[in-house]
């Protein structure tokens, strides 16, 4: 699933090549991939300015001024560009073409929606709605992890909580846990203020660097030119269960934490 990194990479293509133009077509393939009848899906974006994007947690949003696109990817889902209108089918899910060429192809939905709302009602989504602070928010604070933190849940479960943090997933999670020298198993009781300022440091960085190197592709992620991330190159313990530690060079390993499956170094993130 796109992670916080990924989900702004790809708002930022979308609003590099369709921001300021009109919709002159959308559609969508299937009921289920949106909130709204399928023939009221093209009616209320036809005609309308794209005039920004956005992020929310994993959640991409598109400011059509009276109306507001919420687009989750959720697994495999991708935004690609076409090189001409292609009616909506079974992989590009969901259509719009936009003045001056630009036609985008929300792809692979299967799992994911792109609904429209009123500006102001994209609140009550069922999503948004419970989100924690963004990394990247004021609100996301020393003192706001300290107070979250106060909970017996184990670290990693806490971190990949969108109602804690929105956007973290497992491949950051981990990293940031090793990044700041925390076992994903520990209660998140337990940590220091020093561990706490580590993984709140931490958090930020490595978002802030994945972001710069457009994100991390493993199977389905691409950004909207199709190219893929290349912060998997700079992973350093996701994935690499079997290798030894860039740090210490004991071996990392794998186990299951929070029903995902968790990498970390047994020396660098001891128990």
Same mark, same amino acid.
């Given at each position: 699933m796109p992670e916080l990194p990924e989900t702004t990479v790809i708002s930022q293509d979308v609003a590099a090549l369709a921001a300021g133009r009109e919709v002159l077509r959308a559609a969508v393939f299937r009921p289920d991939v949106t909130n709204v009848e399928m023939e009221e899906f093209p009616r209320r974006l036809v005609g309308r300015q794209l005039f920004g994007t956005g992020r929310r947690g994993k959640i991409i949003v598109l400011d059509f001024g009276d109306v507001v696109g919420i687009i989750h990817l959720v697994i495999s889902g991708r935004v690609l560009r076409l090189p001409e209108w292609r009616e909506p089918d079974r992989m590009n899910t969901a259509v719009l073409e936009f003045e001056g060429g630009p036609v985008l192809a929300f792809t692979r939905l299967w799992l994911g929606y792109f609904d429209l709302y009123e500006p102001g009602e994209e609140e009550n989504h069922p999503l948004i709605s419970r989100l924690g602070p963004d990394p990247f928010s004021e609100d996301f604070t020393v003192e706001y992890l300290t107070k979250a933190f106060e909970r017996k849940a184990n670290i990693k479960g806490l971190l990949l909580d969108q109602s804690v943090i929105a956007g973290l997933g497992n491949i950051y999670v981990d990293e940031v846990l090793f990044a700041a &020298?925390? %076992?994903p198993t520990r209660r998140a009781n337990t940590l220091t203020a020093e561990e706490t300022q580590k993984v709140h440091a931490a958090t930020r960085d490595i978002l802030r660097r994945a972001i710069?190197?457009? &994100? @991390? @592709?493993?199977?389905?992620? %691409?950004?909207?030119? &199709?190219? @893929?991330g290349k912060y998997q190159h700079q992973l350093q313990v996701f994935t690499r269960a079997g290798e030894p530690c860039p740090r210490c060079g004991t071996t990392v390993g794998k186990s299951r934490v929070a029903g995902r499956g968790t990498y970390a170094c047994p020396t660098c993130q001891p128990v």
């Open positions: &020298g925390v %076992h710069d190197l457009r &994100g @991390t @592709t493993f199977d389905s992620y %691409h950004d909207a030119f &199709g190219e @893929t």
